[in-house]
């Protein structure tokens, strides 16, 4: 399941961004490629306001991508951070004779208590490197939802075609699982067997260690150098959003906290440069559609470069 999902999300990501790179190339021969993408993408003001509100939905459904983002990334936070606390421990604890006794007879719960002895202290690293990740998005959407509701005011007239809407759904459900990809099978299958042994035995009849609220909090802050630089180009963008594409920022500084090292995590980034770099192309073009004051010289994205 591991490697499956993982490609999945690869596929997924790699799919959702060749259309856009083919759509930004300067060719008259793809130029009804570029105006049909262009279509599915437009929402707000860049949408004709003459055009048919068929296949539409209000902007205002923005806020559904943000509350779909809240739920799931706080179940796959929860779920990873419990795994990663009785499975993956940076620090070994010593086994004692009874919890032995009591894994080989059944009492399975006890034992992941103290870890997993076969999981090397790499991959124990990477899976508090996802926690890590899961709280810097967990931060990003939570605050995104309060400013859906609470700051923008969107007009009764904006719209967005249908295909954007799903397309913003799909990344909220994609984006927050590619972070923690690599252990989802390990995480699942540890909170089925425990949702099982609740459901045949009872809370009363289960056998619970002793929870350390430090336990939870300290293997984080012995994450490396990266982590840390990461998680203050997220916050960084996170402040600056308001002002500018920052987002790219943000994800970017996802990237630099998982070490740079995750394909997934590239392929994640690399979908939202080129959608948010495509949109952007789009609303500087409708500003100088529409503005005729408003600066030639000006460039989309890179000053003096496009």
Excluded at 42 to 70: D, E, I, N, W
Aim: proline residues 3%; positive net charge.
């Amino acid at each position: 399941m591991e490697m499956g999902l993982v490609t999945l999300l690869r596929v997924a990501w790699i799919a959702g961004t060749l259309p856009i790179l083919v759509a930004s190339i300067p060719c008259s021969k793809l130029n009804w490629f570029h105006d049909s993408l262009l279509g599915f993408a437009r929402r707000g003001k860049t949408m004709q306001q003459s055009s048919s509100r068929k296949f539409t939905v209000p902007q205002k459904f923005f806020c559904h991508f943000y509350a779909l983002a809240v739920i799931w990334t706080t179940f796959l936070l929860l779920a990873t951070w419990l795994y990663a606390y009785n499975m993956a421990l940076l620090v070994s604890q010593p086994l004692h004779f009874s919890s032995i006794t009591s894994y080989l007879m059944g009492g399975s719960h006890s034992f992941w208590l103290h870890g997993s002895p076969s999981m090397k202290i790499e991959q124990r690293y990477r899976c508090w490197v996802s926690i890590f990740l899961l709280l810097l998005m967990e931060a990003q959407v939570l605050r995104r939802l309060y400013e859906t509701i609470y700051v923008f005011k969107y007009s009764p007239s904006a719209r967005m075609h249908i295909f954007g809407y799903f397309t913003g759904l799909f990344f909220y459900t994609a984006a927050p699982l590619s972070l923690c990809c690599n252990y989802m099978s390990e995480v699942f299958l540890f909170a089925s067997n425990l949702i099982q042994e609740l459901i045949v035995k009872g809370k009363d009849r289960m056998q619970f260690g002793e929870y350390s609220w430090w336990g939870f909090v300290s293997p984080l802050l012995k994450l490396k150098w990266h982590a840390w630089l990461g998680a203050a180009i997220f916050l960084w963008g996170s402040v600056h959003q308001h002002r500018c594409h920052a987002i790219l920022v943000i994800y970017g500084g996802l990237l630099v906290a998982g070490g740079c090292s995750d394909i997934t995590l590239w392929l994640l980034f690399g979908f939202v440069v080129a959608n948010l770099v495509f949109a952007a192309a789009e609303t500087h073009r409708w500003y100088l559609r529409k503005f005729d004051n408003y600066p030639r010289e000006r460039f989309a994205i890179i000053p003096s470069f496009y």
